[in-house]
């Protein structure tokens, strides 16, 4: 089987069977995206989403939320891993937002990623899914999943590395919804330790797979 062949199956499965895949995150705004990606480092999105009404009830924009005192903070998200960091990042910032892009959340990966809590990741996630600019965030699922399928070459070892093979080989059209479709794949059928291979119908272009029926 070719790459394309293996590209092409994937893509319209993944079609057939996930056409409106989305962020599972809670949102209204590019505001509060960031906020919420931001805080769903390490953290799953279900407990992101019981965590941030309460954020955004108190500090309903980017303004508010610069001016926040970390003490005031802190409380709402200590529910959440790293709340310290956390805390201190979303106030950064808001507060570099708000002084160095007139309190617009910026759209561009370079942009972003100048501000406090936001790298890479991050800033190719609100770009794709806000303005749906093919780039490509590549998070624990992502990169697990485009190994196990062959979608990417197994020797690859970064995020970056895997992110650069995936773009390249994905029409810019289809990036931030493959993001998604990579995603949710991951967390609920080709999960880390147990992936669900009997009930997922990728079996028959998945290296991980063809590789568990060599040895038996
Ligand atoms: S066959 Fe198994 S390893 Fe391959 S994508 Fe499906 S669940 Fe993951």
Not at 13 to 31: G, I, Q, R, S
Not at 49 to 68: G, Q, V
Not at 84 to 106: C, E, R, S, W, Y
Request: hydrophobic residues 40%.
């Amino acid at each position: 089987m070719t790459k394309k062949e293996r590209y092409d199956f994937v893509i319209h499965y993944f079609e057939e069977h996930m056409p409106d895949a989305e962020t599972e995150l809670v949102y209204d705004n590019p505001y509060q995206l960031l906020v919420a990606v931001i805080l769903s480092a390490q953290c799953t999105d279900k407990r992101v989403n019981m965590t941030t009404p309460f954020i955004f009830e108190k500090y309903p924009d980017i303004r508010a939320l610069s001016k926040a005192a970390f003490n005031e903070l802190f409380p709402l998200i200590k529910s959440i891993s790293y709340p310290n960091n956390k805390t201190k990042h979303l106030i950064g910032m808001a507060q570099k937002v708000v002084t160095d892009f007139n309190g617009k959340i910026p759209m561009t990966v370079p942009e972003l990623i100048t501000l406090p809590g936001v790298g890479r990741k991050t800033a190719n996630v609100i770009t794709s899914v806000i303005d749906q600019q093919p780039n490509m965030a590549v998070d624990t699922h992502v990169f697990r999943v485009s190994k196990r399928l062959g979608l990417v070459p197994q020797k690859l070892t970064t995020p970056l590395a895997v992110e650069k093979e995936l773009v390249k080989n994905l029409k810019p059209e289809l990036i931030h919804k493959a993001h998604h479709w990579l995603i949710l794949h991951g967390r609920y059928v080709c999960l880390a330790r147990n992936p669900k291979c009997w009930e997922c119908g990728l079996q028959q272009v998945c290296i991980y797979f063809q590789n568990l029926l060599n040895k038996k």
